[in-house]
């Protein structure tokens, strides 16, 4: 439990770093849109390659993709559902932040603490079926709702999701693991000296953000995005008890479903104007959230 908690005091003084930095004027919330894309374009896949690369592919792992592009879809319906009457950027806010986990960032270091690297692979895998929708998916299907006149376009999701670097580079490491070969070691060396800023930029780009001036007038929105985030993890977790399926799949899938908001939210939710100080307090919410019940999962099953 000690790794744990020092990771998370870890990942709130990162956080803190970019409030203040904020508030000093060191950097702008315009900023943002540039740390945004360093992590898109550069960190982000690094992370994946340095943390994903040389894992053996199996059915549970194809079980696991469905299982992460099924959750995501469930959370992008109800947000949209939950939304009601919204307005159109109140309603695409809740439907990017219900939809999606990140695992990349927060549920794999966290596991690899405590579970053996066949059992931690299975979230790199849920992560590809999460990445269809938190990578491209999400962004393309909240453009056409909120959008006038606009209608799905399933060519639009794939040109999204071919333009995604981060779902790219999962999609060339699902078929390395099918096809059982590494990435080259000087590819490998290279990324692992990139991987590490992915978590300190996601976090500082989170903390440059939040805003506790007039928090009370977004603490309704990001409760209803918490009580659609949590009935989807318990009724996920209550059902994946009683399948046939190892112990060790059941809990890291129940790791999965309890990770933060996806990390490209943020990005995609200043790309579609919404409001940034709902999704700033609920991406850093989320976080909080996670980690207390990660520590009392694995404080209740090991």
């Known amino acids: 439990m000690y790794t744990v908690i020092i990771k998370a005091i870890g990942f709130v003084v990162i956080i803190a770093l970019g409030y203040f930095s904020q508030k000093f004027g060191i950097v702008t919330k315009e900023d943002g849109k540039i740390f945004g894309k360093v992590i898109m374009t550069f960190t982000l ?22 299982i992460g592009f099924t959750m995501s879809t469930i959370g992008l319906i109800l947000g949209d559902i939950v939304s009601g009457k919204s307005a159109k950027l109140a309603r695409g806010n809740n439907m990017l932040c219900c939809s999606g986990y990140n695992i990349g960032n927060f549920a794999i270091p966290f596991s690899q603490s405590f579970f053996p690297l066949a059992a931690t692979s299975y979230l790199g895998m849920f992560d590809i079926g999460n990445c269809i929708m938190c990578l491209g998916g999400d962004l393309a299907i909240v453009e056409s709702k909120i959008s ?65 001036d007039g928090l009370s007038t977004v603490l309704r929105p990001v409760m209803r995005i918490f009580a659609v985030r949590i009935a989807i993890a318990i009724g996920f977790i209550v059902v994946i008890q009683f399948m046939p399926l190892p112990q060790d799949y059941q809990r890291i899938m129940t790791i999965a479903v309890l990770s933060p908001i996806a990390s490209p939210t943020m990005i995609y939710a200043e790309e579609l104007g919404c409001d940034l100080k709902v999704t700033a307090a609920a991406s850093t919410l989320s976080m909080l959230l996670s980690i207390i019940a990660y520590v009392i999962y694995m404080i209740t099953v090991l």
């Open 148 to 212: 006038d006149g606009s209608c799905l376009n399933f060519i639009e999701i794939l040109r999204k999701l071919y333009h995604s670097i981060p779902f790219m580079v999962y999609v060339v490491l699902m078929i390395l693991s099918i096809v059982e070969m590494a990435v080259p070691k000087p590819i490998y060396d290279i990324v692992s000296l990139i991987a590490p800023a992915n978590i300190f930029l996601i976090m500082f780009m989170i903390g440059t953000q939040i805003e506790f």
């Open 45 to 66: 896949p690094c992370s994946l390659i340095y943390g994903f690369s040389g894992v053996h592919f199996n059915m549970l792992m194809l079980f696991a993709l469905v």
